[in-house]
């Protein structure tokens, strides 16, 4: 398997334009994680899926964040407007949870800059 | 809102020694685990203890963990310049077996 794969590796937009970024899972996983990283606020949870149904989305950080997992194997982050404050990088990663193994793959990450 | 807290920040040492980071969560926990994260890379998991373990091993790597103090430590011995990189915790809080909660982070820098 390729791991997870995010795409686009780097993202420059103007503030105001629509950001779209995009998740592959593994193959197999039934979580998907959404994070944001940022020198300032360090690594945050942004929104989790469970087999494509979002559980928690309580880091979204306001209404111009949105997430979708049409199907086990694509998910997507946007930002609608887009503003400065929002770059960071932009982590997706997936997991196969239970009692026993819960750890994460991550992708690369997307580098979005706001400008 | 951060469930972990790392300690220290930032960890400057010289190849050979050890190296000890800690860190701290506020539930409880089904498991608590240990990420490294390359500049410019994402995270790659390195080592899960469960909630009722109080040791692990790993190679070069030892965590320790207290869920009394609702602490933990990772310790990699014998340190390599290629060990540079930040370290995070991460915990699963109890009753939750999906949602991956990550601390600050440690740096740490290994000099050759």
């Known amino acids: 398997d390729a791991g997870v794969i995010q795409s686009p590796r780097h993202e420059v937009t103007e503030m105001g334009q629509e950001v779209t970024l995009r998740c592959k899972p593994i193959s197999g996983h039934n979580s998907l994680f959404w994070y944001r990283q940022t020198m300032m606020r360090g690594l945050e949870l942004l929104i989790y899926?469970?087999?494509?149904?979002?559980?928690?989305d309580s880091g979204m950080p306001e209404d111009r964040f949105s997430a979708k997992m049409p199907n086990a194997s694509f998910s997507t982050l946007k930002i609608q407007p887009s503003e400065p404050r929002d770059s960071a990088v932009y982590f997706c990663?997936?997991?196969?949870?239970?009692?026993?193994?819960?750890?994460?793959?991550f992708g690369q990450g997307t580098r979005l800059t706001v400008v | 809102s951060q469930q972990g807290e790392e300690d220290p920040q930032a960890l400057s040492i010289q190849e050979g020694e050890n190296a000890t980071m800690n860190c701290s969560y506020k539930?409880?926990?089904?498991?608590l685990q240990w990420y490294r994260q390359n500049s410019g890379r994402g995270l790659v998991h390195l080592i899960l203890?469960?909630?009722?373990?109080r040791e692990k091993h790993s190679g070069r790597l030892r965590v320790t963990l207290d869920t009394s103090k609702k602490s933990s430590s990772l310790l990699i011995t014998a340190s390599r310049a290629a060990d540079t990189a930040s370290y995070f915790c991460?915990?699963?809080?109890?009753?939750?077996?999906?949602?991956?909660?990550f601390g600050q982070g440690t740096t740490l820098q290994v000099k050759p």
């Open positions: 539930t409880s926990i089904n498991n």
């Open positions: 990663a997936s997991s196969l949870p239970g009692r026993l193994n819960t750890e994460a793959f």
């Open positions: 899926f469970n087999n494509n149904v979002p559980i928690d």
């Open positions: 203890i469960r909630s009722n373990e």
């Open positions: 991460a915990t699963t809080p109890s009753g939750n077996t999906g949602k991956l909660i």
